[in-house]
């Protein structure tokens, strides 16, 4: 079946870096669009980035450019959030999402436009 499983996260200081990884399984991932969210308790589920099919486009919240680099690795199904420069409002359950698109271009940025979920991965930022 399809499977998404999220690793990398970790509790990490200030201005730390991090990195996530997410491994699909049971689906061709070339032609799915990747993204991450996170969600802290209490709050909806809030978009992080996007990557399309190809690489070629990707996406962020203001709240994370410049700061957060999505990328993905079709040969190994996995899609990679690197974050740097971490405050303690990252803090949060980073979930990786996938939906199928037949476009290699389109990205997409609200959580109700995938289907496909990971059990999503902690990552706490201390101050």
């Known amino acids: 079946q399809v499977q998404l499983v999220e690793s990398g996260g970790g509790l990490v200081q200030t201005g730390d870096s991090l990195r996530l990884s997410c491994l699909a399984s049971?689906?061709?991932?070339?032609?799915?669009?990747m993204a991450w969210f996170r969600q802290t308790p209490g709050k909806e589920r809030e978009f992080v980035a996007t990557?399309?099919?190809?690489?070629?486009?990707?996406y962020y919240a203001d709240s994370v450019k410049g700061r957060f680099t999505i990328s993905r690795d079709n040969a190994k199904n996995t899609v990679f959030l690197q974050m740097s420069s971490l405050k303690p409002e990252d803090t949060a359950v980073y979930y990786c999402?996938?939906?199928?698109?037949?476009?290699?271009?389109?990205?997409?940025?609200?959580?109700?436009?995938?289907?496909?979920w990971g059990q999503g991965t902690q990552v706490t930022v201390s101050s």
């Open positions: 990557i399309s099919r190809s690489g070629g486009y990707t």
């Open positions: 999402a996938a939906k199928l698109s037949s476009s290699r271009s389109d990205a997409y940025t609200r959580d109700s436009d995938y289907n496909t």
């Open positions: 049971g689906l061709t991932f070339s032609v799915y669009v």
